[in-house]
């Protein structure tokens, strides 16, 4: 079972953002690029980074040298907005069971779903995407050490 509330767009979102940061250029990264080394559907990555556009998060660029880059100050965004961008704000469902007679104002896990979902905005918040590629990196050294 999922808790998270997380969409899968919204996880395709936070990648993507780090796949452009590790790149480490400031030139337009092509989304068939991120889509094949990603293993994700190009058009799919395409409508989710234009939906970061708008909010500030990535810039879109057309044509034979397009592609998509990070806004300035990339750095301390944090993972919550771009979560956000792609799924709106993160709120207790009411109900972990998802019982139609379940009332969320009524549930007895109202107040757990509340208090995770408070504490998910809080952590992700504070996590900001720079702390994400540096975490991912490492992560992908240490695998390529293992092998």
Same mark, same amino acid.
């Given at each position: %079972?999922?808790?998270?509330?997380?969409s899968e767009a919204?996880?395709?979102?936070?990648?993507?953002?780090?796949?452009?940061?590790?790149? @480490?250029?400031?030139?337009?990264?092509?989304?068939?690029? %991120?889509?094949?080394?990603?293993?994700?559907?190009?058009? $799919?990555?395409?409508?989710?980074?234009?939906?970061?556009?708008? $909010? /500030?998060?990535?810039?879109?660029?057309?044509?034979?040298?397009? @592609?998509? &880059?990070?806004?300035? /100050?990339?750095?301390?965004?944090?993972?919550? +907005?771009?979560?956000?961008?792609?799924?709106?704000?993160?709120? @207790?469902?009411?109900? !972990?069971? @998802?019982?139609?007679?379940?009332?969320?104002?009524?549930?007895?896990?109202?107040? !757990?779903?509340?208090?995770?979902?408070?504490? %998910?905005v809080k952590e !992700?918040?504070?996590?900001?995407?720079?702390?994400?590629?540096? &975490?991912?990196?490492?992560?992908? %050294?240490?695998?390529? +050490?293992?092998?």
């Amino acid at each position: %079972m999922i808790v998270t509330g997380i969409s899968e767009a919204a996880s395709l979102a936070v990648h993507a953002c780090a796949y452009i940061a590790s790149q @480490g250029k400031s030139e337009p990264v092509s989304a068939i690029r %991120m889509a094949e080394d990603m293993r994700v559907s190009p058009s $799919h990555l395409a409508k989710v980074l234009q939906r970061l556009v708008p $909010h /500030g998060i990535v810039i879109s660029k057309r044509g034979a040298n397009g @592609g998509f &880059t990070l806004t300035s /100050g990339w750095q301390n965004i944090p993972l919550y +907005e771009i979560i956000k961008a792609v799924d709106g704000r993160i709120e @207790g469902s009411g109900c !972990l069971l @998802g019982s139609p007679f379940c009332g969320k104002d009524t549930c007895i896990f109202r107040e !757990l779903s509340n208090m995770m979902a408070e504490e %998910m905005v809080k952590e !992700l918040t504070a996590a900001t995407l720079k702390k994400f590629v540096k &975490t991912q990196m490492e992560s992908i %050294m240490k695998k390529r +050490e293992d092998v």
